[in-house]
């Protein structure tokens, strides 16, 4: 486990509770944190948690007041609740919790090998009930916190496309929405998001391949700008950007003869 300093005073009175972050090297979730974490102690969760000096740096200078970095394996689900023990034992409470890690795995491969269907939906759907369910319950016991996670546009209606990775949000979505509705009165909450196509590092080679952004495409920037707008507005949910959501309402009456054919 490595630590940073920035500073030897505690500026933890600018913020309260630690911040952390599943899924250690996501742009996305770095991007988030990062606009989060002033004056608060954040811990970045992530194998390899030697080799994350860049994102450690990124958060120091963005106002954290300390950055710690532990192991996290998404897919060991049965060390997932001594993790949170631990964060909590060592950290003390938990603010934020941003969920943000999965892969997007290959549909033309998980369409015929079994293994890695089943890995993508371990790692995207399975693995985030294991690491919110001991969240939820210890932001409950304290009465305090905000989860915050990363469902996707690709869930609000399956495309045949995608239909493994889509399968997986559109079961973490429904899981997300229930546990908000779960938390709510219990001092903590939990905050959706709902981005749509993110060019970045999970779709560079999906794009390298020949597929081409989708409309209103946004980058992990903007995704964390809407997020922590959306935090500190104390929202339940927020779609990235906002014109996407009236889209899929009209894209939910959409003919299923028309909709098999549309592209990624």
Request: charged share 20%; aromatic share 6%; no cysteine.
């Amino acid at each position: 486990m490595a630590l940073r300093s920035r500073a030897a005073s505690d500026r933890g009175s600018e913020a309260t509770g630690s911040l952390v972050l599943f899924g250690g090297r996501s742009e996305i979730g770095v991007a988030t944190a990062a606009r989060l974490a002033s004056g608060r102690v954040v811990v970045l969760a992530a194998r390899r948690p030697g080799d994350l000096v860049a994102q450690t740096e990124r958060l120091l200078a963005a106002g954290a007041s300390a950055v710690h970095t532990v192991a996290f394996d998404a897919d060991d689900v049965d060390g997932h609740p001594a993790l949170v023990d631990h964060l909590i034992e060592q950290y003390g409470p938990i603010g934020v919790a941003i969920i943000a890690f999965g892969i997007l795995g290959d549909q033309a491969r998980a369409e015929t090998d079994v293994s890695h269907a089943l890995q993508i939906a371990h790692t995207d759907y399975y693995a985030h009930i294991s690491v919110l369910t001991p969240l939820a319950a210890a932001l409950r016991a304290q009465r305090s916190g905000t989860l915050i996670v990363f469902s996707s546009v690709a869930g609000i209606r399956v495309r045949r496309a995608n239909y493994v990775y889509g399968s997986t949000k559109a079961g973490l979505d429904g899981f997300a929405s229930g546990l908000a509705d779960a938390l709510h009165g219990s001092g903590a909450r939990l905050l959706l998001a709902r981005p749509g196509f993110v060019v970045g590092a999970m779709t560079r080679d999906l794009m390298a391949s020949g597929v081409k952004p989708a409309p209103l495409s946004v980058n992990a920037e903007q995704v964390a700008d809407a997020v922590a707008r959306a935090y500190r507005r104390g929202r339940g949910e927020v779609w990235i950007p906002w014109a996407l959501r009236p889209l899929f309402v009209g894209m939910r009456l959409m003919p299923r003869a028309v909709w098999r054919r549309l592209p990624r």
